[in-house]
């Protein structure tokens, strides 16, 4: 059969085949094949029977190489699709090829652990992303490199907890299978916050999400498309996989996320970095679907995801034109864009309304779906602080919207956005309004729809509930605008923990190296001491004893300790003495 | 045929006398006459040795039809048929070695045989008394061939010897006195029940036993009562040296084991307070104190002689520990620190003879200028060190063993510092030997000792022209030059000398993994000793 057919190779696969590909093809025909492996994984995800395929061996363990069921094949029609377009961006805005190589081996690996069907391919996909990703960044070069390092540290740790919990649950399980049990081991806490904390890396948890604002915004702007889409998002779908029935403490962690991102994004004034403290913010919305655990929550939270996919990538598309256009990443360098790249305005705005949830748009839809549940489940400070991210999404977009096209100038010859680039940008956009328009469509796709879900988007009460989020956050701007105007660079928790990392361990390497030092300093004066006192044996008897040889007397040995014959008859009294006295007293 | 015990002790004491007479009417036949008493007596200790191993219960004899306990007894049981095959054995080696390396006098031959005699005697003996007086010949006889010696350090040391080992036997005699007092025998079999009876809490069996020890404590050469064996050792003719140095002490360690177990007998050594301790203490003193001052010394026989110290240090705590593993580790070091130690003199002496070399700083450069002999040394001085697989490991490992096995952990930490300064004293002959080169060939050419007549040629000629050259590395044809005015020189060993110790050096590799044989054999004798 022609879709079983679709099922005999992994789509990672494809991706990969063309990341390995383009270094050695010219550079339009390689990123010609680019987009079309990346887009060829959506029909294939959106075709292929549900099931788990290429159940095989790998290190010695079963595992599935390919398994379809609804959440796997969602992430693989957004991942393919994104890629694709991100792809033909990469094109447009000058990317190398060895760059776009390193891109697509990042998609071909996230799209292999979307599609992995046991926890031992998961992870070992996730820790490959963790690599290319890694390389993607580096590969810019300059301030990017040390960014990289410790984004690669730090995934390196996340990676490793991830790798722990997932041993511990084979030890307990007995198979790495996802059919095996639900979710990660139950029942041993351990390992519920092994795995918490390890994919809470990828996913940015508060305290450990500092490498994504750090990271981000520093390499090409065409790998900030691809690097905004596929580690947060493969987090959410494996925090999915790990606590399939929701987790209370994971929920209000994805609460806690959205107010925290969308706080310090109003406080940047780098606008790729507003930008990266909103993926924190929106992957909190995501997070906290996933940890109310319901059958709405849940399929709201993979439907953010699949619209966060959309609309993230076009802000960071939008967003990238500017810099590519005018060379500037802060928003105190340009201004009063609007007139001069209007294709990237409107394809902002819808953005801007999308990720803030204003209804018509995306991402109305499936924040609502989130939110209505935390509602319904009486979850009262889940919601109140979801809500309080929604005012501050709205704030900081009316602030980059602001400053970037509105207000001020840019001296200097400014264009649009490229034909390609214009064709990536409006595809998304009009995809954004779609979806939202028509919320069915999304809903088609999203898992756990027998039968349509359990909510209704367009209800006066959600409808009047994002409006007046949207005005609490223009009246929030009006307030904060000078404030806001007046702050500096404001610290995250990384200026506590990078001097902490570095210095600590530039102490521990001091301490190390300080201590072999001195164990081998006081080994060697040791050794000498003894060396000495081997080869000069008389010298030290006449230290330790005090009594000099005669000059010039037995050469032998010039230090008499010999005893004549009246001193050994009375040596051997005194021990008669003390042996019979011993003896004899006891 | 136990009938043949009593021979062991009468054909030395015949040839002795056979020597003594016909020597003084023909010299040239005092060697060949010892020679041959010697290898009349290897053999019959071999035909005894193989009997004793062979039979579980021990070889007695009545002597003179007296029957125990008033008349004398001797008994050969697993524990001395190994301490009687080595003085054969080891006195024969001697006498091979001596054939060259003189003393070439009668007198000497004699008193060998004396010595020879008195020894087997101390082994072999089952009675208290007769032990004293054999402990006397072989004493006479020792100080008589420490004497040998041409010099007047010779003379001096063997005055030393005979009034400090005079004094030690009498307190030894003493001891016996009061032991027979307490019970009115002096069979140990005897003795060794009827001090039970008397009961471990009086003050005669305590003091007799305080007397004993202390006795045989000068006689083996404990720290403090050593003083007497380093002058002794060093200053006698190097054969002399050789084969007190390798019996002497032996015999009277086993002597003091002998009493300990077959007289005081080992619920003495648990139930006396203190009694296990002082000997003990005694032993881990002499371990520490015997390295202490090898490492001091600069002289190599003298070195040889301090670190004798230590290792009967190590013998007797193994006795005194008393359990199986301590024995058997005590056993194999008794009879390995023989053929070392006696190796040991004996290559000092022959490389003394070959380049002139007697002390510590004389020995760089020795490797390529003797080799064979350089070789044999360092063989066993990593032996005496407790090098694997050699027989020095082998008997320190069963000790310490047994000390950890009864959780003295002193004496195992006192073992351990023992095998690191020995390394310390011998590693830094080994090092000069083959790390150094040579440099003035032995400029104090001129034997210490005087004794061996061949090596003293013209080594006092300070003029030599081969003194200059040698500052220059011995490389090359310049080697052979050096050598060969070595050989004008210096005396060359015979192949007879050199044999025994490249023998010597051998056996103490190959008895290290024959241990495991003799294990089995000496268990039945164990068993019934402790």
């Known amino acids: ?586 | 045929m136990s009938s043949l015990l009593p021979l062991l002790v009468a054909v030395p004491i015949a040839g002795a006398l056979l020597t003594l007479v016909v020597g003084y009417a023909a010299d040239r036949l005092g060697w060949p006459l010892a020679f041959a008493s010697s290898l009349l007596h290897v053999a019959l200790t071999g035909y005894l040795v193989v009997r004793a191993y062979a039979t579980p219960d021990p070889l007695r004899y009545t002597v003179g039809g007296f029957r125990p306990p008033f008349g004398i007894e001797l008994v050969v049981d697993g524990f001395n048929a190994a301490v009687v095959g080595l003085v054969a054995v080891v006195a024969v080696g001697v006498l091979v070695y001596a054939r060259r390396a003189g003393p070439h006098s009668v007198a000497f031959y004699t008193g060998y045989l004396l010595l020879v005699a008195g020894l087997s005697g101390m082994s072999i003996t089952g009675d208290m008394f007769n032990l004293y007086v054999f402990l006397e010949i072989t004493g006479l006889a020792a100080y008589a061939l420490v004497a040998t010696g041409d010099d007047g350090r010779s003379a001096v040391g063997a005055l030393k010897y005979l009034l400090v080992g005079t004094v030690g036997a009498s307190l030894f005699l003493a001891g016996i006195g009061y032991a027979f007092v307490a019970t009115g025998t002096l069979n140990m079999a005897d003795l060794a029940t009827k001090l039970g009876e008397v009961g471990y809490g009086s003050t005669l069996v305590r003091t007799s036993f305080a007397l004993v020890v202390v006795g045989l404590g000068v006689k083996t050469a404990l720290y403090p009562l050593h003083t007497w064996q380093p002058d002794a050792y060093a200053s006698a003719p190097d054969s002399v040296s050789g084969l007190i140095s390798a019996l002497v002490s032996t015999v009277s360690a086993y002597a003091l084991a002998r009493v300990i177990y077959s007289v005081y007998t080992v619920e003495f050594l648990s139930s006396v307070a203190y009694a296990r301790e002082f000997v003990l203490v005694l032993a881990g003193v002499s371990i520490v104190a015997g390295s202490l001052l090898a490492v001091m010394q600069t002289d190599i026989k003298r070195m040889l002689a301090y670190s004798s110290v230590s290792q009967f240090g190590l013998v007797v705590a193994a006795f005194a520990i008393a359990n199986e593993a301590a024995v058997t580790g005590g056993v194999v070091h008794l009879v390995g620190h023989a053929v070392m130690k006696g190796g040991l003199f004996l290559a000092a002496g022959a490389i003394a003879m070959r380049t002139g070399a007697r002390t510590v700083g004389e020995f760089d450069g020795l490797g390529s200028r003797t080799p064979l002999l350089g070789a044999a040394f360092a063989v066993l001085s990593l032996s005496m060190v407790g090098v694997p697989p050699a027989v020095g490991f082998v008997g320190k490992w069963y000790i310490a063993l047994g000390a950890i096995q009864s959780q003295l952990w002193p004496i195992a930490a006192v073992i351990l510092l023992s095998t690191l300064l020995t390394l310390a004293y011998f590693l830094r002959l080994v090092e000069r030997m083959y790390f150094r080169s040579g440099t003035g060939a032995a400029a104090g050419a001129d034997s210490p000792t005087g004794t061996g007549t061949a090596t003293v040629a013209d080594g006092g000629d300070d003029e030599d022209p081969t003194l200059g050259r040698d500052d220059t590395p011995t490389l090359g044809r310049d080697d052979d030059d050096a050598f060969a005015a070595d050989d004008e020189r210096f005396g060359r060993p015979s192949v007879g000398m050199v044999a025994v110790v490249v023998v010597a050096a051998l056996l103490a590799v190959v008895l290290g993994p024959l241990v495991s044989a003799f294990e089995p054999l000496l268990e039945p004798t164990l068993e019934t000793l402790l």
């Open chain 1, 1 to 586: 059969m022609a879709v079983d057919a679709l099922t005999t190779v992994p789509p990672f696969v494809y991706v990969l085949v063309a990341a390995l590909l383009l270094p050695v093809v010219p550079r339009r025909a390689g990123h010609a094949l680019g987009v079309a492996a990346t887009a060829a994984v959506v029909p294939v995800a959106f075709l292929a029977p549900e099931g788990t395929f290429w159940v095989t061996q790998l290190f010695g363990f079963e595992v599935a190489l390919f398994n379809v069921d609804d959440f796997s094949r969602l992430m693989g029609i957004i991942f393919g699709f994104i890629g694709a377009v991100a792809v033909l961006y990469s094109y447009a805005s000058d990317a190398s090829n060895k760059q776009t190589a390193y891109a697509l081996s990042y998609a071909g690996t996230s799209v292999g652990a979307v599609f992995a069907g046991d926890w031992l391919t998961l992870v070992f996909f996730w820790e490959l992303m963790a690599v290319t990703s890694t390389l993607l960044v580096w590969d810019y070069g300059g301030k990017a490199v040390r960014a990289g390092f410790r984004y690669a540290v730090l995934h390196g740790i996340g990676g490793s907890l991830v790798l722990a919990a997932i041993v511990w649950h084979y030890a307990e399980v007995g198979s790495f299978l996802f059919g095996a049990a639900t979710g990660i081991a139950p029942g041993a806490p351990a390992i519920l916050a092994l795995a918490a904390v390890g994919i809470g890396v990828n996913v940015g948890f508060v305290g450990l999400h500092a490498w994504l604002p750090d990271t981000y915004p520093r390499p090409h702007v065409a790998a900030s498309v691809f690097l905004c889409v596929y580690t947060t998002k493969t987090g959410v779908y494996a925090m999915y996989r790990a606590f399939p029935e929701g987790h209370l403490w994971i929920a209000y962690m994805g609460a806690a996320m959205a107010v925290f991102g969308a706080t310090m994004a109003v406080l940047q004034k780098d606008m790729r970095r507003l930008l990266s403290y909103h993926i924190q913010s929106q992957v909190g919305y995501m997070i906290a679907g996933v940890g109310i655990g319901t059958t709405v929550a849940t399929a709201g939270a993979f439907g953010h995801v699949f619209n966060h996919i959309l609309y993230k990538s076009l802000l960071f598309m939008t967003v990238g034109v500017i810099i590519y256009r005018t060379g500037e990443e802060s928003l105190k360098y340009v201004g009063g864009l609007w007139r001069k790249m209007p294709v990237t305005f409107v394809a902002f705005v819808v953005a801007a309304l999308s990720i803030g949830g204003f209804p018509g748009f995306n991402g109305f839809v499936s924040k609502g779906m989130v939110l209505a549940e935390a509602h319904y489940k009486h979850l009262d400070v889940i919601w109140y602080l979801l809500l309080a991210g929604g005012v501050g999404t709205f704030l900081s977009f009316i602030k980059l919207g602001w400053y970037a096209f509105y207000e001020g100038s840019y001296d200097g010859p400014v264009r649009d956005a490229n034909g390609l680039q214009t064709v990536a940008m409006v595809g998304v956009a009009a995809l954004c309004v779609v979806y939202g328009l028509f919320p069915n469509a999304l809903f088609a796709i999203l898992p756990g729809n027998e039968g349509g879900f359990d909510y209704t988007t367009y209800t006066v009460g959600h409808v009047v509930e994002g409006l007046v989020l949207f005005v609490l956050g223009v009246v929030a701007f009006a307030v904060l605008k000078r404030p806001l105007d007046r702050l500096g660079r404001v610290p995250d928790i990384d200026a506590i923990y990078n001097p902490l990392a570095f210095y600590g361990t530039r102490g521990v390497v001091r301490a190390v190296t300080e201590t072999y030092a001195a164990v081998d300093r006081a080994a060697v004066a040791a050794t000498g001491g003894v060396m000495w006192a081997v080869q000069n044996p008389a010298d030290v008897a006449e230290r330790a004893t005090g009594r000099y040889g005669a000059a010039g007397g037995d050469g032998a040995n010039p230090t008499s300790l010999r005893a004549d014959i009246g001193t050994s008859v009375l040596l051997l009294t005194a021990v008669v003495t003390v042996g019979v006295g011993v003896f004899l007293l006891t």
